[in-house]
């Protein structure tokens, strides 16, 4: 729902098609979209990228499939979240475990999201954009 509330304070730009996969799948528990995205053919074959260390797997983090998702989809999310005000616990939340796994660090050390691996990310705020009325003007043109 975060990403919702996010859509919702950029009223100058239609977003109506940002909807949320409930709607869009026609489910209503955890359980039937885990169902619904398993059984959606062109995802089978995405699987979570692993790593051996000493006998153990571990997430890779430095796979293109973590580094985009993460550096240029939940952090621009989130970088369009700080511009409008808006509170992302969840997304806050997914991102300091990321942080965890990765080495990279998207807050500082005063829990701002200023930290030092924003430079390296697809954020509004890289490209001049601050405020909600200049990503409205631009995506308006």
């Given at each position: 729902?975060?990403?919702?509330?996010i859509c919702s304070l950029f009223p100058k730009i239609d977003l109506s098609g940002v909807i949320p996969n409930?709607?869009?799948y026609g489910i209503k528990t955890t359980e039937e979209l885990t169902a619904k995205m398993r059984g959606?053919?062109?995802l089978r074959e995405i699987i979570a990228p692993l790593r051996e260390q000493n006998?153990?797997?571990?997430?890779?983090?430095?796979?293109?499939?973590f580094k985009e998702d993460f550096m240029f989809g939940l952090c621009n999310l989130r970088g369009y979240a700080e511009i409008a005000g808006a509170n992302t616990p969840h997304i806050d939340h997914?991102?300091?475990?990321?942080e965890n796994i990765s080495?990279?660090?998207?807050?500082?050390?005063?829990?701002?999201?200023?930290?030092?691996?924003?430079?390296?990310?697809?954020?509004?705020?890289?490209f001049g954009f601050n405020t909600v009325s200049a990503i409205e003007q631009f995506y308006m043109e």
């Open positions: 729902m975060e990403l919702l509330h409930s709607v869009h959606i053919e062109s006998g153990e797997l571990y997430i890779d983090s430095e796979s293109r499939y997914v991102l300091h475990w990321y080495g990279e660090r998207f807050f500082d050390c005063d829990g701002k999201y200023a930290g030092d691996c924003l430079a390296k990310t697809g954020v509004p705020q890289n």
